[in-house]
């Protein structure tokens, strides 16, 4: 069944089908009005036809390097999602031997990144990576003296199962890695969420009105719309206080010496501008979450 080739003038995006980033994703595409079928994007990518996609950028630096050494990805990251932000770790047995990566070469090591893992081994053992070429010209790869085994999930698992000496697995806030009596003691790869898209895409146009939409929704969600009336007098008080992303909005009030100021404001800023408001006698100090927008970064 044909399921692509007959969509003219539209392209093909593919999103986590579950997993961490699927809310987060919904979540964005939503606010960007964009609308898709989840159902079909299985079928898309399996076609090899997508044109943008969302995922880690731990996913994309496992695809890319285990590509053969002289295939060029056509993956581009285009835009930096900001959730979903973890670590690809190194860890090994809290109570054990292992204090550096290096005391892990030769021995046995469980992940879910094997490419990555095999890269990051590489480089420890011969101080070159496993897509480096030795004065430009392709050399043989030499063979890993440290085992490297896939496994797809709980990987924390291996290490107390005596089935691995160390593992590379994603860390967030630490609690899988400590529940499992396991400490980090290296970084592979730090990781978000990312928007990427194919460099063999021919819907370009498309790609950066989708781009900008996106930017827009994750813009807006760094910033409130702060609204107060102030006395007149204290107006280049609380300017400084709140200068805006180019100035604040002033309006009269219907009553003299007072106006209104309308102003975006920082979120994560929010608790102490509005301390600092209210001690330049600031009132009636309204904030409304932004849901969209489009503005100069
Ligand atoms: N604890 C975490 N905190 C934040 N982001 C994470 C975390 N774990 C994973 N991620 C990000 O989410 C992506 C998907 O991970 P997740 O564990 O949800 O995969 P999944 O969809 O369940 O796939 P699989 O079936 O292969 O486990 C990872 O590649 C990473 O970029
Ligand atoms: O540092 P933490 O906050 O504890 O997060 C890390 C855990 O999150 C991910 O697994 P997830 O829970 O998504 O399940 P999975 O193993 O099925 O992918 C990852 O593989 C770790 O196990």
């Known amino acids: 069944m044909d399921l692509v080739n007959h969509l003219t003038d539209r392209m093909l995006f593919a999103v986590p089908k579950k997993g961490r980033l699927q809310q987060a994703c919904l979540d964005l595409l939503s606010g960007s009005d964009i609308q898709f079928r989840p159902a079909d994007i299985p079928t898309f990518v399996g076609e090899g036809r997508v044109d943008l996609g969302i995922t880690g950028i731990d996913q994309v630096a496992e695809h890319d390097i285990a590509l053969p050494f002289d295939e060029p990805s056509n993956v581009e990251q285009i835009l930096d999602l900001e959730f979903g932000k973890c670590k690809l770790q190194v860890q090994v047995p809290e109570q054990g031997d292992i204090k550096e990566a290096k005391d892990l070469v030769g021995k046995n090591i469980v992940t879910s990144f094997t490419a990555l893992t095999e890269d990051y081994f590489a480089r ?60 980090a003691i290296d970084t592979v790869v730090e990781s978000t969420a990312v928007l990427i898209k194919s460099k063999k895409t021919s819907n370009q146009k498309l790609v950066d009105l989708i781009t900008s939409r996106i930017k827009g929704v994750i813009q807006a969600q760094k910033y409130v719309l702060c609204a107060y009336n102030v006395p007149r007098s204290r107006l280049p008080d609380v300017t400084k206080i709140t200068p805006g992303k180019r100035a604040p909005t002033v309006t009269s009030l219907d009553e003299p010496d007072w106006v209104a100021v309308n102003v975006m404001i920082a979120k994560k800023e929010l608790a102490g501008v509005m301390d600092r408001l209210e001690e330049a006698q600031a009132t009636d100090i309204l904030v409304t979450p932004l849901i969209n927008s489009r503005a100069s970064t």
Do not use: F, W
């Open 124 to 183: 420890l053992e011969n101080n070159q990576s496993r897509k480096e070429s030795i004065n430009g010209t392709m050399s043989p790869i030499p063979k890993l003296k440290t085992k490297i085994k896939y496994v797809g999930g709980s990987v924390e698992a291996a290490c107390a199962l005596g089935v691995a000496d160390g593992i590379v697995d994603l860390v967030e806030s630490g609690e899988t890695m400590r529940a499992a009596g396991l400490c």
